[in-house]
Structures are given as structure tokens and as C-alpha cells.
Nanobody
């Protein structure tokens, strides 16, 4: 059974940092793109960041560029999101996702439909 389990969420003041982790089990995603998405109350799930199979290509939403960094460790089957300079508008449930599609070595898609497996999410709350 494939599982993605997020951890590392919590409550932080504006300007602070958090590091999210996602542990994958049941299969390896070393050959596939992975990503982070978030969903705030009353809003649709949105793209945050994605990374290609070997970590050489990354893709970020404009709202987090320069503040968030996505990375992966294929040997450990884990995905991470380092979040710095957090803002109240970053408050959301953050989801880890893994794709089974392949569209070239640099594939790091921002669209939800590209991802097959999803975690249950971890809450991030940024206070002002």
C-alpha cells in the first residue's frame, strides 16, 4: 500500500521558519516528480513547489519564490519543504504529492492532475 505521510507542521510567528517532511512508503518515487500543494480554508488546493526525479529541476509558485525550498532524498524516499520568512497568508494545510507521469528528465509539474498519490496533509499556521 502506497503512503505519503507529512510531518513538521505547526504554529509559527510571521517571519519564522518551518521544515516540512514527507515520507513515502509502499513504492519508490525515485524516478518520478513530487510536489507540495496547500489548501487554505474556503479556498481551492494550490500549487506550492515541485521537483523533478533527481532534484535537478525545481518549480515554485510566485507567492513562495525566494522563501521556500523544495528538496528530495531518493535514497530515503523522502521529500522536504523548507519554509522561511513565513507570512500569515501561508497558513494552510500542506500536502505532499507524487506523480506517476513522465514527460522528460526535467518534469516538475504544477498542475494537480499530474499527481496520483497524496498525503493527508499537515497544518501550518502563521500568526501575525
Amino acid at each position: 500500500q502506497v503512503q505519503l505521510v507529512e510531518s513538521g507542521g505547526g504554529l509559527v510567528q510571521a517571519g519564522g521558519s518551518l521544515r516540512l517532511s514527507c515520507a513515502a512508503s509502499g513504492r519508490s518515487f525515485a524516478s518520478h516528480a513530487m510536489g507540495w500543494f496547500r489548501q487554505a480554508p474556503g479556498k481551492e488546493r494550490e500549487f506550492v513547489a515541485a521537483i523533478n526525479w533527481n532534484g535537478g529541476t525545481t518549480n515554485y509558485a510566485d507567492s513562495v519564490k525566494g522563501r521556500f525550498t523544495i528538496s528530495r532524498d531518493n535514497a530515503k524516499n523522502t521529500l522536504s519543504l523548507q519554509m522561511n520568512s513565513l507570512k500569515p497568508e501561508d497558513t494552510a494545510v500542506y500536502y505532499c504529492a507524487a506523480s506517476l507521469r513522465y514527460d522528460g528528465a526535467y518534469y516538475s509539474p504544477p498542475d494537480l492532475e499530474a499527481y496520483t498519490y497524496w498525503g493527508r496533509g499537515t497544518q501550518v499556521t502563521v500568526s501575525s
